[in-house]
């Protein structure tokens, strides 16, 4: 928990937030995720963007972001929704996990302060998403959860012209806001991150059992398109039998239709003693998930046209080859079915790929617009 000077920001840019209740001794409990930081006045939680005011949790920095850029949708990852289509991605600042390896740490472990230059209200982001052509917008480079109250705000003014929203999250949220914020929610890729508890508890200052609910809970409860991201860490989570048990858990509670991506570390943050995974390490990870029945799995963050291709899992068929973003070959129908067999790929397609290829276009939001 962090004390610091809390009437000195802008205006608007502090709401009331819902979960959260008062203790016996004096301090307000946060409920929003499992951390369920204990805040007297004043303080922030550990997410730096939660903070104690006037005797209640607040948000601050709602309607701030560390800026706006528009990406292929393959990048979040997500490869079986709207695949070639741009998505307006932004992130605010603040985490409610403590990775080492954490890879967007300026934004994630910065006070908001720091980074959020630009002033964004909902309506502004939807404009901007419908100016660029993006089908969806994606909440990432930092966890929407911790800003649950702009995120729900976005997507409802997103979704109202017709653009989708996609949470890039580790699902560390308790079950209450998680239901709220998943009504929301049209797809989302979560970061599995190991699947062992000491890997979270040391690695991640968190715990997996929360992670797992969200999975579950996601499957089960939504209809939100869910795909799977585990960035693999040399010695850390890469041995064959925490995969086995990774990817039979995957196919057991979530179905052998949910894509996962194995990703590949670059040393970062505070972790810099540990090498990049080699991509001999991922290509077995994807053979591990392959051989327990997964239909979907892919290597990322590395050259591997093989690791990237969505192939028919009945008859075989390349469906979609891509290389890094941009999609090389298509051989499905506008509602998504193998041409070859007539065989339905998980995902939601939507007519013929789009055409967004591997750029990346940071854009500057005009702003005053009012629902
Ligand atoms: S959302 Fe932030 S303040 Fe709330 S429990 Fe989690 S880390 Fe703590």
Redesign the pocket.
């Known amino acids: 928990m962090t004390t610091t000077t809390l009437t000195d920001l802008p205006a608007g840019s502090v709401v009331p937030t819902r979960y959260w209740h008062p203790l016996a001794d004096g301090r307000v409990q ?4 499992p ?3 204990k ?1 007297g006045e004043g303080q ?4 730096f ?2 903070a104690r005011l006037g005797g209640k ?1 607040v948000l601050t920095g709602y309607g701030r972001s560390s800026g706006f850029c528009v990406d292929p949708i393959e990048k979040k990852p997500l490869h079986h929704f709207l695949p070639g289509t741009p998505v307006l991605s932004f992130g605010t600042a603040g985490c ?1 996990l403590a990775c080492r390896f954490c890879q967007n740490w300026d934004i994630s472990k910065s006070l908001e302060t720091d980074t959020l230059s630009a002033v964004a209200g909902p309506e502004d982001i939807a404009a901007a998403a419908a100016e660029h052509g993006c089908r969806s917008v994606a909440f990432t480079y930092n966890d929407p ?2 800003f649950h109250e702009y995120a729900i705000d976005v997507a409802r003014a997103c979704r109202a012209r017709g653009i989708r929203a996609v949470a890039v999250t580790a699902g560390y949220v308790n079950p209450e806001p998680r239901a709220e914020f998943y009504r929301h929610m049209d797809a989302a890729n979560v970061d599995l991150k190991a699947f062992t508890e000491k890997f979270y508890h040391d690695v991640c200052a968190a715990r997996l059992a929360p992670v797992l609910e969200t999975l579950e809970y996601i499957h089960r409860e939504t209809r939100v398109w869910l795909e799977l991201t585990t960035l693999l860490i040399p010695g850390l989570n890469d041995g064959d039998d925490e995969l086995e048990q990774l990817t039979r858990w995957v196919a057991d509670r979530l179905g052998v239709d949910v894509p996962i991506h194995f990703s590949a570390f670059h040393p970062d943050w505070r972790m810099l003693d540990r090498p990049p995974t080699p991509p001999a390490i991922l290509s077995r990870a994807r053979k591990i998930a392959r051989a327990n029945g997964l239909h979907y799995a892919y290597t990322g963050n590395v050259h591997d046209r093989d690791g990237d291709t969505t192939c028919c899992h009945g008859c075989g068929a390349d469906l979609i080859v891509r290389d890094w973003y941009r999609i090389l070959e298509w051989r499905l129908t506008d509602d998504g079915h193998c041409q070859r067999c007539g065989i339905r790929c998980a995902g939601v397609f939507e007519g013929p790929p789009g055409h967004w290829g591997p750029r990346r276009l940071p854009v500057t939001l005009h702003t005053g617009h009012h629902g």
């Open positions: 946060c409920d929003l995720c951390r369920e930081c805040l922030r939680g550990l997410c963007v939660r949790v409610n959860v911790i």
